[in-house]
């Protein structure tokens, strides 16, 4: 979608990236004016992430 502030069409997304680069996660693209919140709720992001505890 179109930012003014910008002056151009802008897309958000998220990508999970391991500590030593990979990278393991990629979301679609959002309109730029998504806010962060909703796309982590829409991308089901917390599916793939797990914990360990050492």
């Given at each position: 979608?179109?930012s003014?502030?910008?002056?151009?069409?802008?897309?958000?997304?998220?990508?999970?990236?391991t500590?030593?680069?990979?990278?393991?996660?990629?979301?679609?693209?959002y309109?730029?004016?998504?806010?962060?919140?909703a796309?982590?709720?829409?991308?089901?992001?917390?599916?793939?992430l797990s914990?360990?505890?050492?």
């Amino acid at each position: 979608t179109y930012s003014s502030y910008k002056s151009q069409n802008t897309w958000k997304g998220l990508v999970g990236v391991t500590p030593n680069g990979v990278i393991t996660y990629l979301s679609e693209l959002y309109p730029g004016s998504t806010s962060d919140k909703a796309i982590i709720r829409h991308s089901n992001i917390k599916q793939h992430l797990s914990l360990s505890r050492g």
